[in-house]
Structures are given as structure tokens and as C-alpha cells.
């Protein structure tokens, strides 16, 4: 039972252009959300977060926007930079107590020159 | 800093052979986690830890054991190696209260790739 899902596996994008991941997920008791961004051979590293509270979040190139009712969240990277490869995590913290995080499967996103 | 730090890289094992992925941090961070990738199934959760000495079931523990005598280690044990076991290992660590929000940020190692043949 996938909670947390990531339904492109992969994404491609013009340089300077707006790169749009998207993120559903299916238990309304989560509180917080996070995006992770890994490159092949390293580990996740962690990129943007939102509270339950918030529809939305801005750092930088990077936002996040919530829409609980539709329990799905999207990450904008404007402009995307070929830096910018790599794959996108999304991950939903359980309800407070629980000590987990639960992530989606991943996109893969590739930033074209 | 290091960060989290895992040890070896790269492992290949043979079918029923045991071995230990073994995880340091040194954030003294009370939170520790395993969590393994395989190729477009995203991070399961293996197993994680509150704090030295005690350890709690993710989803996916079957195959694997865990020890967290001191808060910089958390060691993976696999007892009897199997294929499924064939993965990416991650191991994580974050700074949270007991009972917190659970909101921290979760710092992971460069990862362990496990081949079992």
C-alpha cells in the first residue's frame, strides 16, 4: 500500500524553464511534508519542507504548494539549471508520535542544456 | 563533521551468508534510521531507532536485526543472506524531542549497495 506516491517517473525540462514534480499521497493524518533530492552514488538530501498549516512554502527557486484537500502537493523549480538533475523524493511525516517518514517512489528529473 | 557515515560501499554476498552494514553518525543525533531503495520502489523504512538501546520495526524488518548500544551506532545485521535482499541501504539520522513533531530533518549516509548472489 503505496501513502505516499509519485506517479512520473521521470521528467524532462528546458533549461530557465519551470520543472513541476507532483506528489499525491493518502493518509490525511500526515502533518508535514518534505522533498529530498538525490544524485546517483550520494545519499538524499533534504530540500524543502511544509507544514500542514501552510499551502505554501518558498526557497529560493524552490517552492512547495499543499492542497489538503486534494492530498497532493507539487514542488516548482523555476528556473531549472542542469544542476538541477537528479531524483525528487517526496516524503509525508506520519502523525506526531509515530517517528517515521514515509517516502514516494521518486522522479527522476533531467534539465536540458 | 563527517555527517552519517556507512561502511562498506559496495558488498557482494553469497546466498546464506550473514554480514553487517554498519552506520555512524556524529551529529549526536538521538534519531537513527535504515531504510533501503530498490530500482522504482522509492525508501522503505527497515528499522529505526529513538535512542541508544532501544530499536522499532519499519516496513519491510523481515531478513534483518539491529542494535543501538551507544547513540552514534546503528549497525544492520542480515543473518542469512537471500536475492531479495539484493539493494541500496541507506542509513539516516536526525535531532528530534522524545515525543516531538517528528518534523526534523533526516540526515542520510552515501548508501551501502548490497549484490547477493
Known amino acids: 500500500d503505496q501513502q505516499v506516491k509519485q506517479n512520473s517517473p521521470s521528467l524532462s525540462v528546458q533549461e530557465g524553464r519551470i520543472s513541476i514534480l507532483n506528489c499525491d499521497y493518502t493518509?490525511?493524518?500526515?502533518?508535514?511534508f518534505l522533498w529530498y533530492k538525490k544524485y546517483p552514488a550520494e545519499g538524499p538530501t533534504f530540500l524543502i519542507s511544509?507544514?500542514?498549516?501552510?499551502d505554501k512554502n518558498e526557497d529560493g527557486r524552490f517552492t512547495v504548494f499543499l492542497n489538503k484537500s486534494a492530498k497532493h502537493l507539487s514542488l516548482h523549480i523555476v528556473p531549472s539549471q542542469p544542476g538541477d538533475s537528479a531524483v525528487y523524493f517526496c516524503?509525508?511525516?506520519?502523525?506526531?508520535?509515530?517517528?517515521?517518514?514515509?517516502f514516494g517512489t521518486g522522479t527522476l528529473l533531467a534539465v536540458q542544456p | 563533521n563527517a555527517g552519517v557515515t556507512q561502511t562498506p560501499k559496495f558488498r557482494i554476498l553469497k546466498i546464506g551468508q550473514s554480514m553487517t552494514l554498519q552506520c555512524a553518525q556524529d551529529?549526536?543525533?538521538?534519531?537513527m534510521y535504515w531504510y533501503r531503495q530498490d530500482p522504482g520502489m522509492g525508501l522503505k523504512l527497515i528499522y529505526y531507532?529513538?535512542?541508544?538501546?532501544?530499536?522499532d520495526k519499519g516496513e519491510v524488518p523481515n531478513g534483518y536485526n539491529v542494535s543501538r548500544s551507544t547513540t552514534e551506532d546503528f549497525p544492520l545485521r542480515l543473518e542469512l543472506a537471500a536475492p531479495s535482499q539484493t539493494s541500496v541501504y541507506f542509513c539516516?539520522?536526525?535531532?528530534?524531542?522524545?515525543?516531538?513533531?517528528?518534523?526534523?530533518?533526516?540526515?542520510f549516509g552515501e548508501g551501502s549497495r548490497l549484490t547477493v548472489l
Open positions: 531507532s529513538v535512542g541508544a538501546g532501544i530499536t
Open positions: 516524503a509525508a511525516s506520519a502523525p506526531r508520535g509515530s517517528n517515521k517518514l514515509i
Open positions: 539516516a539520522s536526525r535531532w528530534d524531542q522524545r515525543g516531538g513533531q517528528g518534523h526534523g530533518e533526516l540526515f
Open positions: 551529529m549526536n543525533h538521538n534519531y
Open positions: 493518509n490525511s493524518m500526515f502533518d508535514y
Open positions: 511544509i507544514s500542514s498549516i501552510k
